[in-house]
Nanobody, 127 residues
Framework: QLHLVESGGGSAQPGGSLRLSCAASGGTFSNYAMGWFRQALGMEREFVAATTPNGLTTYYSDSAKGRFTVSRDNSQNTLWLQMNSLKPEDTAMYYC????????????????????WGRGTQVTVSS
């Protein structure tokens, strides 16, 4: 199981940008599909973005598509989420998650598919 630590959250104005990072340890990072999820106060955790173990394929929720970009560097054991054109409705705790998979071209979008989670980093978008 990977140990995951998110960072990079904070406050931003509508239209602004933030870049979240997720540092992984405790395993071979390139053997894990990775995802970003978020949970707003009083809401269920929802899928934001996912990437395959090799990083060649990504997938986004409709709300993230065109504004967010997920990427990874397996040599640095790091996952990122670049968030642009932020909106107040993006306010949430953001979590990275991992799932061990030997196939390199698989990604997952369901909360139940992931086995390890970080503690999250808070993103607040307001004017």
């Amino acid at each position: 199981q990977l140990h995951l630590v998110e960072s990079g959250g904070g406050s931003a104005q509508p239209g602004g940008s933030l870049r979240l990072s997720c540092a992984a340890s405790g395993g071979t990072f390139s053997n894990y599909a990775m995802g970003w999820f978020r949970q707003a106060l009083g809401m269920e955790r929802e899928f934001v973005a996912a990437t395959t173990p090799n990083g060649l394929t990504t997938y986004y929720s409709d709300s993230a598509k065109g504004r967010f970009t997920v990427s990874r560097d397996n040599s640095q054991n790091t996952l990122w989420l670049q968030m642009n054109s932020l909106k107040p409705e993006d306010t949430a705790m953001y979590y990275c998650a991992s799932k061990y998979i030997l196939r390199k071209n698989i990604y997952y979008t369901s909360y139940a598919d992931y086995s390890s989670w970080g503690r999250g980093t808070q993103v607040t978008v307001s004017s």
